[in-house]
Protein backbone atom coordinates (compact mmCIF):
# COMPACT_ATOMS: atom_id res chain seq x y z
CA UNK A 1 0.00 0.00 0.00
CA UNK A 2 2.81 2.28 1.20
CA UNK A 3 4.50 1.81 -2.66
CA UNK A 4 1.20 2.28 -4.67
CA UNK A 5 0.88 5.83 -2.62
CA UNK A 6 4.70 6.52 -2.75
CA UNK A 7 3.95 5.91 -7.28
CA UNK A 8 0.85 7.76 -6.92
CA UNK A 9 2.06 10.91 -5.70
CA UNK A 10 5.34 10.74 -8.00
CA UNK A 11 2.85 10.46 -11.21
CA UNK A 12 0.30 12.75 -9.87
CA UNK A 13 2.07 16.20 -10.47
CA UNK A 14 3.62 15.15 -13.74
CA UNK A 15 0.04 14.33 -14.87
CA UNK A 16 -1.52 17.36 -13.33
CA UNK A 17 1.10 19.87 -15.12
CA UNK A 18 0.22 22.77 -16.54
CA UNK A 19 0.15 23.43 -20.32
CA UNK A 20 2.91 25.44 -21.47
CA UNK A 21 1.83 29.62 -22.28
CA UNK A 22 2.72 29.39 -25.70
CA UNK A 23 0.27 26.16 -26.61
CA UNK A 24 -2.56 27.99 -24.74
CA UNK A 25 -2.36 30.86 -26.87
CA UNK A 26 -2.16 28.84 -30.06
CA UNK A 27 -5.27 27.31 -29.38
CA UNK A 28 -6.93 30.08 -27.88
CA UNK A 29 -6.24 31.64 -31.13
CA UNK A 30 -7.70 29.01 -33.55
CA UNK A 31 -10.44 28.77 -31.80
CA UNK A 32 -11.16 32.46 -31.84
CA UNK A 33 -9.24 33.58 -34.83
CA UNK A 34 -10.82 37.24 -35.66
CA UNK A 35 -14.08 37.24 -33.42
CA UNK A 36 -15.82 34.72 -36.11
CA UNK A 37 -14.90 30.86 -36.27
CA UNK A 38 -16.62 29.40 -39.46
CA UNK A 39 -18.54 26.13 -39.36
CA UNK A 40 -15.84 23.55 -41.51
CA UNK A 41 -19.42 21.86 -42.84
CA UNK A 42 -20.53 25.32 -44.69
CA UNK A 43 -17.03 25.71 -46.78
CA UNK A 44 -16.64 24.01 -50.32
CA UNK A 45 -14.02 21.28 -49.82
CA UNK A 46 -14.23 20.07 -53.41
CA UNK A 47 -12.04 21.12 -56.42
CA UNK A 48 -12.75 20.91 -59.96
CA UNK A 49 -10.11 19.51 -62.07
CA UNK A 50 -9.14 18.34 -65.47
CA UNK A 51 -6.52 15.37 -65.82
CA UNK A 52 -5.59 14.48 -69.11
CA UNK A 53 -3.98 10.84 -69.39
CA UNK A 54 -3.55 7.24 -71.33
CA UNK A 55 -2.08 4.24 -71.13
CA UNK A 56 2.09 3.86 -71.66
CA UNK A 57 3.25 3.43 -74.88
CA UNK A 58 4.30 -0.41 -75.97
CA UNK A 59 5.38 -2.04 -79.03
CA UNK A 60 1.69 -3.20 -79.61
CA UNK A 61 0.17 0.07 -79.26
CA UNK A 62 3.07 2.66 -79.72
CA UNK A 63 0.29 5.61 -79.93
CA UNK A 64 -2.36 4.36 -77.29
CA UNK A 65 -5.40 6.84 -76.88
CA UNK A 66 -5.58 9.67 -74.83
CA UNK A 67 -8.21 10.73 -72.24
CA UNK A 68 -9.24 13.58 -71.20
CA UNK A 69 -11.55 13.68 -67.62
CA UNK A 70 -13.29 16.74 -65.57
CA UNK A 71 -13.62 14.97 -62.10
CA UNK A 72 -14.32 16.54 -58.61
CA UNK A 73 -12.13 15.76 -55.55
CA UNK A 74 -10.76 17.71 -52.19
CA UNK A 75 -7.21 17.64 -53.33
CA UNK A 76 -4.76 16.81 -56.68
CA UNK A 77 -3.86 13.39 -55.17
CA UNK A 78 -7.62 12.21 -54.58
CA UNK A 79 -8.38 13.31 -58.52
CA UNK A 80 -5.73 11.14 -59.81
CA UNK A 81 -6.38 8.37 -57.59
CA UNK A 82 -10.15 8.96 -59.90
CA UNK A 83 -8.63 9.22 -62.54
CA UNK A 84 -6.46 5.85 -62.50
CA UNK A 85 -10.47 4.03 -61.22
CA UNK A 86 -11.87 5.12 -64.39
CA UNK A 87 -8.69 4.42 -66.92
CA UNK A 88 -8.79 1.19 -65.24
CA UNK A 89 -12.44 0.14 -66.14
CA UNK A 90 -11.95 1.74 -69.36
CA UNK A 91 -9.11 0.54 -70.75
CA UNK A 92 -7.51 -1.72 -68.01
CA UNK A 93 -4.61 1.05 -68.03
CA UNK A 94 -2.99 1.11 -63.98
CA UNK A 95 -0.96 3.98 -62.64
CA UNK A 96 2.05 1.75 -62.87
CA UNK A 97 1.34 1.03 -66.40
CA UNK A 98 0.06 5.05 -67.74
CA UNK A 99 1.07 7.99 -67.69
CA UNK A 100 -0.23 11.90 -67.31
CA UNK A 101 0.30 14.27 -69.64
CA UNK A 102 -1.67 17.11 -68.11
CA UNK A 103 -3.59 17.97 -64.60
CA UNK A 104 -4.98 21.87 -64.59
CA UNK A 105 -7.64 22.61 -61.62
CA UNK A 106 -10.62 24.67 -63.21
CA UNK A 107 -12.48 27.96 -61.81
CA UNK A 108 -15.90 29.44 -62.50
CA UNK A 109 -15.72 32.75 -64.41
CA UNK A 110 -18.38 34.59 -61.93
CA UNK A 111 -17.54 33.06 -58.86
CA UNK A 112 -19.67 35.89 -57.05
CA UNK A 113 -22.92 35.53 -58.93
CA UNK A 114 -25.21 32.77 -57.68
CA UNK A 115 -26.22 30.65 -60.12
CA UNK A 116 -28.52 27.56 -60.68
CA UNK A 117 -26.54 24.00 -61.37
CA UNK A 118 -27.56 20.34 -62.21
CA UNK A 119 -26.14 17.54 -61.59
CA UNK A 120 -26.54 14.18 -62.93
CA UNK A 121 -24.92 11.42 -60.76
CA UNK A 122 -25.04 7.19 -60.18
CA UNK A 123 -24.47 5.92 -56.63
CA UNK A 124 -24.60 2.44 -55.10
CA UNK A 125 -26.41 1.83 -52.03
CA UNK A 126 -26.31 -1.19 -49.99
CA UNK A 127 -28.90 -2.81 -52.37
CA UNK A 128 -28.43 -1.73 -56.15
CA UNK A 129 -27.37 1.46 -58.26
CA UNK A 130 -29.07 4.33 -58.63
CA UNK A 131 -29.36 7.10 -61.22
CA UNK A 132 -30.11 10.94 -59.77
CA UNK A 133 -30.60 14.12 -60.80
CA UNK A 134 -30.32 17.00 -58.28
CA UNK A 135 -30.12 20.90 -58.51
CA UNK A 136 -28.29 23.45 -56.24
CA UNK A 137 -27.96 27.17 -55.95
CA UNK A 138 -24.43 28.56 -55.56
CA UNK A 139 -22.19 30.97 -56.89
CA UNK A 140 -19.62 27.99 -58.13
CA UNK A 141 -19.85 24.16 -59.09
CA UNK A 142 -17.31 23.60 -56.14
CA UNK A 143 -19.91 24.91 -53.47
CA UNK A 144 -23.05 22.73 -55.65
CA UNK A 145 -20.92 19.86 -55.54
CA UNK A 146 -20.03 19.88 -51.94
CA UNK A 147 -23.53 20.70 -51.37
CA UNK A 148 -24.65 17.31 -53.37
CA UNK A 149 -21.82 15.58 -51.47
CA UNK A 150 -23.24 16.56 -48.14
CA UNK A 151 -26.89 15.86 -48.95
CA UNK A 152 -26.16 12.24 -50.40
CA UNK A 153 -24.27 11.32 -46.76
CA UNK A 154 -26.93 12.39 -44.61
CA UNK A 155 -30.01 11.60 -46.59
CA UNK A 156 -28.98 8.67 -48.57
CA UNK A 157 -26.40 7.21 -46.40
CA UNK A 158 -23.86 7.20 -49.57
CA UNK A 159 -20.28 6.85 -49.02
CA UNK A 160 -18.34 9.58 -51.20
CA UNK A 161 -16.22 6.62 -52.78
CA UNK A 162 -19.46 4.99 -54.50
CA UNK A 163 -20.66 8.16 -56.30
CA UNK A 164 -19.75 8.66 -59.67
CA UNK A 165 -20.68 12.39 -60.96
CA UNK A 166 -21.67 11.82 -64.91
CA UNK A 167 -22.27 15.61 -65.67
CA UNK A 168 -22.59 18.72 -64.50
CA UNK A 169 -24.45 22.13 -65.86
CA UNK A 170 -25.49 25.94 -65.23
CA UNK A 171 -28.97 26.04 -65.83
CA UNK A 172 -31.63 28.86 -66.54
CA UNK A 173 -34.24 29.90 -64.45
CA UNK A 174 -36.75 28.09 -66.95
CA UNK A 175 -34.72 24.77 -67.25
CA UNK A 176 -35.07 24.28 -63.02
CA UNK A 177 -37.31 21.48 -62.07
CA UNK A 178 -37.29 21.24 -57.97
CA UNK A 179 -39.07 23.48 -55.76
CA UNK A 180 -35.98 24.25 -53.53
CA UNK A 181 -34.68 25.90 -56.84
CA UNK A 182 -37.46 27.15 -58.53
CA UNK A 183 -39.13 29.51 -55.22
CA UNK A 184 -35.59 31.28 -55.31
CA UNK A 185 -36.85 32.87 -58.59
CA UNK A 186 -39.34 35.13 -57.58
CA UNK A 187 -38.08 38.72 -58.55
CA UNK A 188 -40.55 39.81 -55.50
CA UNK A 189 -39.00 37.77 -53.45
CA UNK A 190 -38.20 40.23 -50.13
CA UNK A 191 -36.61 39.33 -46.86
CA UNK A 192 -36.72 41.44 -43.85
CA UNK A 193 -33.00 43.23 -42.97
CA UNK A 194 -32.19 42.60 -39.87
CA UNK A 195 -30.49 44.77 -37.66
CA UNK A 196 -28.79 44.69 -34.25
CA UNK A 197 -30.79 47.01 -31.76
CA UNK A 198 -29.01 48.84 -28.70
CA UNK A 199 -30.01 46.94 -25.49
CA UNK A 200 -32.44 49.02 -23.20
CA UNK A 201 -30.91 50.81 -20.37
CA UNK A 202 -30.93 48.90 -17.18
CA UNK A 203 -33.74 51.16 -15.26
CA UNK A 204 -36.23 50.90 -18.19
CA UNK A 205 -35.69 47.44 -18.70
CA UNK A 206 -39.10 45.27 -17.53
CA UNK A 207 -40.36 41.47 -17.95
CA UNK A 208 -43.33 42.13 -19.74
CA UNK A 209 -44.32 44.75 -22.91
CA UNK A 210 -47.43 46.20 -24.09
CA UNK A 211 -46.09 45.83 -27.89
CA UNK A 212 -43.27 43.36 -29.05
CA UNK A 213 -40.57 45.14 -30.40
CA UNK A 214 -39.82 45.67 -33.97
CA UNK A 215 -35.93 44.02 -34.84
CA UNK A 216 -36.15 44.80 -38.45
CA UNK A 217 -35.68 48.03 -40.86
CA UNK A 218 -39.61 48.70 -42.21
Known sequence: WLK??????????AALAPRPKSHARASAAATMGK???MDPSLQARMHQYQIVGRAAPTNKNPVPKIYRMRLFAKNKVLAKSRFWYFMKKLNKAKKSGGELLAVNELFDKGPTKVKN????LRYQS???THNMYKEYRDVNINGAVSQMYAEMAGRH???????QIINTATLKSSEC?????????????KYPVVRKLPMVTKN?????QARRPMTFVR
Open 35 to 37: GFV
Open 177 to 189: KRDHVTEMHDNAL
Open 4 to 13: ARRLDQAVKP
Open 157 to 163: RAHPNTI
Open 204 to 208: LRSTF
Open 117 to 120: YGIW
Open 126 to 128: RTN
